[in-house]
């Protein structure tokens, strides 16, 4: 196995253990998966959040209105210092959700996601996720 591709599996190793600390709602154990200026990058989002703060407050978010939200990835690689994954969040909203009451729909929808690694720590994401399809789910349009 070259280095390149023993960092690449090391990599993508880390973004799935990331993954199952989301799925455990754990968000210490998320949090150090991350770089301390973490950059969060969502598409249509006008600016980039940074740092465990705005992390933590987007965590919240979802696991507050979606309690149990799930994470199934679909496809991973890795090159370079990227991973890229392909996953499907599946979650119940019983909570409020940006501003939305609780309908209790179940919701599914897609993502694709980018994640530049740093000294073995996650420094950097770039989420597309299906947003409309979320926002449709909740609102029964």
């Given at each position: 196995?070259?280095?390149?591709?023993?960092?690449?599996?090391?990599?993508?190793?880390?973004?799935?253990?990331?993954?199952?600390?989301?799925?455990?709602?754990?968000?210490?154990?998320?949090?150090?998966?991350?770089t301390e200026d973490f950059a969060i990058n969502i598409a249509g989002m006008p600016y980039q959040e940074r740092g465990h703060d705005a992390w933590s407050r987007n965590f919240r978010t979802m696991h507050d209105a979606f309690p149990g939200i799930r994470a199934e990835v679909h496809d991973i690689f890795g090159a370079g210092d990227k991973v890229t994954v392909r996953l499907t969040f599946t979650g119940t909203h019983t909570r409020e959700f940006l501003?939305?009451?609780?309908?209790?729909?179940?919701?599914?929808?897609?993502?694709?996601?980018?994640?530049?690694?740093?000294?073995?720590?996650?420094?950097?994401?770039?989420?597309?996720?299906?947003?409309?399809t979320l926002m449709r789910q909740l609102t029964g349009a």
């Open positions: 196995m070259t280095t390149e591709t023993a960092t690449a599996k090391a990599n993508v190793d880390l973004v799935r253990r990331a993954f199952d600390a989301f799925n455990e709602s754990d968000l210490d154990a998320t949090l150090a998966f991350l501003g939305m009451a609780a309908t209790g729909r179940e919701v599914e929808y897609t993502s694709i996601e980018i994640y530049r690694i740093e000294d073995g720590r996650l420094a950097e994401e770039w989420i597309s996720s299906d947003t409309a």
